[in-house]
């Protein structure tokens, strides 16, 4: 028995995968039905029994896994046969190879060459070759076909340099796609398999980077020693071929004075006598960037100098200063949050200085999962950009905001620990920080005492109740769970019947899918017993949620006609923020004590809480007198001013009344965007009714 290419890329996705997957998202990946799914599952398992591979099983309420013997016997298997035909590829996937061939491949860069590759026939590709050709005008190269020899480009070495290192940095962002890894390793050293086959140079440069991580005083992201590596080895091709790439004499200076620069000359000359390859200096300042564009794990800043740090010190207490005053929070650890930052800020703004590209999965989950944080951070990240003078792309911003997230929920209580856990993961501190919030929010005891790259945690033992990994990882004696680095609600109520499956001495109770088909069998006869409770089981996932979190209200639901005032004047800004409050006194929102405290911030801190010309929202701890989240609005047509400044002056005055720092973060984001329109400024000041305002309001949210 085959597997056809369907099923092979049903079963390539759960082997892939770190968790069980639902049903239902294998079908909507697949585009089938799931009825089709359950169909392709048993021809699956029938093709593993054959193989003597244990077969995909179903975890209730979680979905489909594949067994760990299962998976690492199907490794060696795919190795041998099962590579070729596992996958479909996708036009992405098939672009990207193209493109890696005729970079890396310039003398075989034929029409025949890349039907082998993409399995496309031959019009296709002509189709394709018209994309990529302008891809690579665009990137100052020119495409040609030359008879005899194929497809030929020509341009300068460091946009070619470029164009691989975007290469590297899609492959990366996309977890699944392990046919294009293997076939662009293959392309960078030939005498490799497949990417689970580590070649002895790329093993001896892998190395090496360890041995530039002491000299650096970083850890580097798994992940980027796995970019590097191919970077390096890259590299290496490059200059056999007489490829050398040219770094203007101004930055080379600049490159030389940095701790990275000492690293790559710590790199090339270890490869200089094992492999009798020479660097010109153009070539060690490369590599020194790359260095300073990497994600970190950890980072000891003591290594570098003050020249390297004060800059990106201030953009980063600017960013944390603008991002408080936009969310109405403050950072309870504050300094904290400003060196976790300062650890990602240093290899994003090289990065954006030398145009490398970023290996981010997690970006649209980022935005999907945290509107409302990356909202705010894109917001702070003006700062950033001035001070590179480039616009910052999605995929950064997407990074930052976790950082952003990770300190949102650290609050000042004390909880007892129940459970010691560690996180491996790969992708860094913002990613790891993140995923700790989530986790330390979502299980009460929970403490996380360490975060761990995958090398760390191979080298040292470590004692806990519990590890949560975003990576695969076999369990010894402390249990695993297998997690996304993003928790959407099913998966956080997977964790917590894991936790509860190891650490509840109470017997389960019968859940509801079994109910249901006792009843069910109590009035009918069941023909397709397995299959019906698959359906049951994918019916109760879409309609029930057991993770009950605290709902981030809309701005239409805080500000009503009995929070909305329109008055002519008041005294001061004192009575403007006393008179402000009044309707979230009568709701019970706030105490009078929360009012006091407002107004005794203003006069201690300064008129931080004017926004912009004639926007103030005045607000203080939750624990100055809050009792349940609010927020009210008065317009004044005579302004008010908080300083003698003309900028300090405002006719709209939103009091905010936040129980935490995350709750309130949709209608704020809601109310910036209302705001961020001057024409709506004006109509909010010159409204002569609540239903004006309400009316703006509610335009903005359906935008």
Request: net charge negative; proline share 3%.
């Amino acid at each position: 028995m085959v597997l056809d290419k369907r099923r092979a890329h049903l079963l390539s996705i759960i082997q892939h995968s770190t968790v069980p997957v639902p049903t239902k998202d294998l079908a909507a990946k697949m585009h089938l039905s799931q009825r089709t799914i359950y169909y392709d599952l048993d021809q699956i398992n029938s093709w593993l029994r054959n193989q003597k591979l244990e077969p995909i099983e179903s975890k209730h309420g979680d979905g489909l896994y594949l067994p760990p013997a299962s998976k690492e016997k199907l490794i060696d298997y795919r190795d041998q046969s099962f590579e070729d035909w596992q996958y479909q590829l996708s036009k992405q996937e098939r672009e990207v190879l193209i493109k890696a061939n005729i970079l890396l491949e310039e003398k075989d860069a034929s029409m025949q060459r890349f039907m082998e590759l993409t399995s496309m026939s031959r019009g296709t590709i002509a189709q394709v070759i018209k994309v990529i050709k302008q891809e690579f005008n665009e990137a100052g190269l020119q495409l040609y076909y030359k008879k005899g020899s194929g497809y030929c480009l020509s341009g300068p070495e460091d946009a070619k340099r470029t164009m691989l290192s975007n290469i590297l940095a899609t492959i990366f962002s996309h977890p699944d796609w392990q046919n294009v890894r293997n076939e662009v390793y293959k392309m960078i050293q030939p005498e490799a398999s497949t990417w689970s086959h580590e070649t002895a140079q790329r093993s001896l440069v892998r190395e090496i980077l360890f041995e530039a991580e002491n000299e650096l005083g970083l850890t580097l992201t798994d992940e980027m020693v796995a970019i590097l590596s191919l970077q390096i080895l890259m590299i290496l091709k490059r200059i056999e071929l007489h490829k050398y790439i040219l770094v203007p004499e101004e930055e080379k200076q600049v490159l030389q004075q940095t701790e990275a620069y000492k690293a790559a000359l710590h790199i090339t000359n270890k490869l200089k006598n094992v492999k009798n390859v020479s660097f010109p200096d153009d070539e060690v300042c490369f590599i020194t960037m790359n260095l300073l564009g990497s994600k970190v794990q950890h980072d000891n800043f003591t290594r570098y100098t003050e020249r390297e740090l004060s800059g990106l010190k201030e953009v980063v207490q600017r960013m944390i200063d603008d991002f408080q005053l936009y969310s109405c929070i403050v950072f309870d650890d504050k300094n904290g949050l400003e060196e976790n930052l300062i650890s990602h800020i240093k290899p994003t703004f090289y990065r954006l200085k030398y145009g490398l590209h970023i290996a981010n999965d997690l970006a649209d989950s980022i935005q999907r999962n945290y509107p409302d944080i990356f909202h705010l951070t894109k917001r702070v990240m003006t700062h950033l950009e001035l001070y590179v003078g480039k616009a910052i792309p999605d995929e950064e911003v997407a990074y930052i905001t976790m950082h952003f997230g990770g300190w949102l929920s650290k609050e000042k209580k004390k909880v007892e620990t129940k459970f010691k856990a560690i996180i491996v993961c790969e992708n860094g501190i913002g990613t790891s920080n993140m995923l700790r919030t989530q986790l330390e929010n979502l299980i009460a005891g929970l403490s996380v005492i360490t975060t761990l790259s995958m090398r760390e945690y191979r080298k040292t033992d470590y004692e806990a109740d519990v590890i949560f990994s975003t990576n695969y990882i076999k369990e010894k004696d402390i249990p695993v769970i297998h997690v996304p680095a993003i928790l959407t609600n099913h998966e956080k109520e997977r964790v917590i019947q894991r936790m509860n499956e190891l650490f509840d001495s109470k017997p389960s109770k019968k859940n509801m899918t079994d109910h249901l088909m006792d009843v069910i069998k109590s009035h009918a006869t069941i023909h397709h017993e397995d299959a019906l409770k698959k359906e049951l089981i994918h019916l109760l996932e879409q309609n029930t949620s057991r993770i009950k979190e605290r709902r981030k209200p809309m701005l239409n639901e805080l500000l009503t006609e009995e929070t909305i005032q329109l008055k002519d004047q008041v005294t001061n800004w004192e009575e403007a923020i006393k008179v402000a409050s009044q309707p979230l006194i009568d709701q019970q929102s706030i105490r009078q004590d929360y009012v006091a405290a407002m107004i005794d911030n203003v006069k201690e801190l300064g008129p931080y809480i004017v926004i912009a010309p004639n926007i103030a929202i005045p607000h203080a701890r939750p624990e100055a007198g809050v009792e349940q989240l609010g927020m009210s609005f008065l317009r004044l047509k005579e302004p008010v001013f908080f300083s003698e400044k003309d900028k300090h002056r405002a006719q709209l005055i939103i009091v905010l009344a936040a129980i935490d720092n995350q709750t309130h973060l949709k209608a704020l984001a809601q109310l910036t965007e209302l705001l961020s329109n001057e024409n709506n400024v004006e109509q909010l000041i010159s409204a002569s009714d609540r239903t004006t305002v309400i009316e703006l309001i509610n335009q903005t949210i359906e935008v």
